[in-house]
Every structure is written in C-alpha cells, then in structure tokens.
C-alpha cells in the first residue's frame, strides 16, 4: 500500500531474520480470524455489548451521574478553591468503544482550565493528584484502591468507586483529551462499517495478541492507527477537511471552534460530516483485512510519520522541516515559539526507527514513540499472519467472500 503510494523499495530482511523468535497468533484469533462468519458474528455481538454500555443506557448513566456526584461531594465539603469546576467523561466510554469492565476516564476541569491553563504546569497536576487521592482515602465508604500516579505523561490518580464498582482514572490537564474523544466518536459514527473494524482490531485481536499494555500500543494509539489506515485508502475524511467544513460563525453557540492548549481542535458536526462525505461501499471484512496489510511491513512503516490530521503520510526525512519549508501544511497555529523551534522538538519527537503515528490535535505528541523496531517487527509480524489465516479462509470459502449482499453492512 506505502510501496504504491508512496514509491520506495521495500525491505523485509529484519523480519525474516528474526522470525523465528516473533510470537505465534493466539489461538482464538486463529479460530476467529480463519472463520469468516465466526469472526462477523463474535464483533457484531461485541458492538451490542459495546451499545449496551452508551450513555442511552439508562443504568449506565444513573452509574455515571453517582460516580460524578461523589467526586462533587468531596469537593463541597471543602472551601471555594473548586467552585464553577465541572467533570467531562471521554475516552472509551464517550467514544464508542466501552465494554462492560473499561475504566471510566475522568477530566476534573478547575474553573476556566479546560483551555489548557493547567497544561504545563506539572507540578500542579501532580499537587492536584496527591490532594483528591488523600480526600479520597478519607472515604471509604465510596473509594478505594486509590493510587496516584504523578510520573505518567499525564498525571492521575486511580481509584475504585464502590458504589458502582467501576475503575476510574481522574486527570486535571486540560480539556484535550474530551476533545480528541468527540473526534473519535464522529468517525465512528459515520458508518457502521468504520466502527466494526475499529472494534475488531481494538477490542479483539489487539487483546487476543498482547498487543495492549503499558509497553506496546494504548487502545487511543490503536484506534487511530485503525483511523489513519482507513483515511489512507479514502474510506474517512481526514481532519483537514471536516475542519475545512466546520462553523466559523461568531455566534459562540453554533460555532465549532475550539482551541485547547494552543492546538487547533476544530472540527464539523457529524451531520456536516455525513453531508460531505459518504463512506465506500467496502465489506468488514476486506476492510479489515486491508488494515493488516497496510501495516504488515515494518521497513515501510518506520520510514514515515503518519498524520491523521492530514490524512497522510510524511517521510522522516522531511518531516521535522514542515514547519519551515511548509508552515501550512499542518497549519500550525501555536501562539508561542516560532519554526525553528518546532522544527527541533518535531525530529526529537518523530525521527529515528521507532514507529510515529503523530496526534490528530497535539502535533508534537507522537502516540507510538515507546514502539521499538523490535516491538513493531512483532505487530507487522502479527499482522502478516493474520492476512495468511484470512487468505486461508477466503481460499476455503471462495464463493461466500464474493457474496457482498450477505457482507456488506
């Protein structure tokens, strides 16, 4: 796909080479992945499972609302330092993709932070983390299991709430991270097609394979690897456009713009969406094979940084020098610092072997920069094995794979 696009000779030498020590498929995905009307069914199952945890769940949100009104309480019961702050969900829970056991993630907006006024100030964060975890462990009746943690790239503290027994990170940043959320949630919600291969490769055969933890991908890393392959190959708008299409109106109500932490989190209504763009008619299943094939060689993937704000992919040669040869190209709007500099954190950030899969809004933030050629030789290598069992299985059902009427949704 990069070969083709992109014109450079591919090398797969490393892989071979090491092929012997990379891990074997798991044997559910073997099972799941080799049996076509197996593998639709168990995801369309997973999507009724992931709809029964939407906000429109009407238990689901008493849950939420009693988590939140808990953390309220604890704040009441202090002085004037939180009056007029506000709690915002997002990630998995606000975006499409929560199962049953998923953490609910937490944004603890101090009055007039949400713009990202908190952002650079660590130190703060860190205060604002041991704080709630010591009110916190005053009530044990409500939260346990709290656990601060002030070294992540974002500090938080974890905790259970009893009451509704649900696992909870709660952060103070800023209001990126709700953000980039909403954006998930549109693409998502283009077609159903677009979150079926997000949910197979996120919640299935990501888990299945080792594929999610603390050294290897996030699940937010993953679902935009899913999204910018699918941007690649035009089956979703990039960000560039539904910001092209969004409302700049002065009337703050209608208006789409949004700029948090000095980024540009500008973006259209899904309703515009929709009215601009009409995803392919592609199967699941070939989508979700193309993704495995986009990805299935780590000597092209190491050589660009991919960019779902553009929708593209950028030689690491060039990359660091967009901001002063192609200052539009991102159209970079940061109110401090100047090219040059950015042109420095961006080759600090992106360059060398390791995998760069750039962040749709914080353009300095490289969601893949802990995935190591040896990590991303064992995720092409995965997904090369992957495209054999499904190649396995279109050979075994050669008539039903041409049946689009019984798979395309």
């Known amino acids: 796909m990069l070969k083709r696009k992109y014109e450079f000779t591919l090398s797969t030498s490393s892989l071979d080479a090491d092929d012997k020590i990379l891990p074997e498929l798991d044997k559910t995905t073997l099972y799941e992945f080799g049996n076509k009307e197996v593998l639709i069914k168990s995801i369309d199952t997973q999507l009724v499972e992931i709809i029964n945890q939407e906000m429109s769940n009407i238990d689901i949100m008493d849950r939420l609302l009693l988590l939140i009104n808990s953390i309220y309480k604890c704040t009441n019961n202090l002085d004037n330092d939180f009056e007029g702050s506000k709690i915002y969900l997002f990630g998995s829970r606000m975006s499409g993709l929560a199962l049953k056991d998923s953490d609910v993630d937490l944004y603890f907006c101090i009055a007039g932070t949400f713009g990202g006024a908190l952002s650079s100030d660590r130190d703060c964060q860190k205060e604002l983390v041991r704080y709630f975890g010591k009110i916190f462990s005053c009530q044990n009746n409500e ?3 709290i656990q601060p943690i002030i070294r992540a790239r974002v500090p938080i503290v974890k905790f259970l709430h009893v009451p509704t027994g649900l696992y909870c990170d709660l952060s103070f940043k800023s209001g990126l991270s709700t953000q980039n959320t909403k954006l998930i949630r549109l693409y998502l919600s283009l077609n159903v097609r677009v979150h079926w291969v997000v949910c ?9 394979n080792d594929m999610k933890h603390t050294s290897m991908f996030t699940s937010f890393a993953l679902t935009w690897l899913v999204l910018f392959y ?8 990039p960000l560039k456009l539904l910001r092209e299409h969004a409302d700049y109106s002065k009337n703050t109500i209608k208006s789409d713009l949004m700029f948090i932490e000095d980024w540009d989190c500008t973006f259209c209504t899904l309703e515009k969406a929709k009215q601009i763009w009409e995803v392919p008619t592609i199967s699941c299943w070939d989508l979700l094979y193309g993704f495995f094939k986009f990805y299935s060689d780590p000597g092209d993937l190491k050589q660009f940084v991919f960019c779902p704000a553009i929708g593209k992919a950028i030689s690491k040669d060039n990359f660091h020098k967009t901001p002063i040869l192609y200052p539009d190209i991102f159209d970079l709007k940061k ?9 420095k954190l961006l080759k600090y950030k992106f360059c060398g072997e390791n995998f760069a899969l750039q962040d749709p809004f914080d353009l300095f933030n490289n969601l893949t920069r802990c995935i190591v050629p040896r ?9 090369n094995k992957t495209m054999e069992v499904m190649n396995n299985q279109v050979q075994k059902n050669y ?10 949704y």
């Open 143 to 145: 939260f346990k299991y």
């Open 200 to 208: 197979a490769v996120v919640k299935r055969w990501a888990l299945q």
């Open 230 to 237: 699918l941007m690649a190959t035009d089956v979703v708008p």
């Open 335 to 343: 109110k401090h610092g100047n090219p040059f500099g950015w042109s």
């Open 375 to 383: 990590k991303l030789r064992t995720f092409s290598h995965l997904c």
């Open 399 to 408: 008539i039903l794979l041409y049946n689009q009427n019984d798979y395309t």
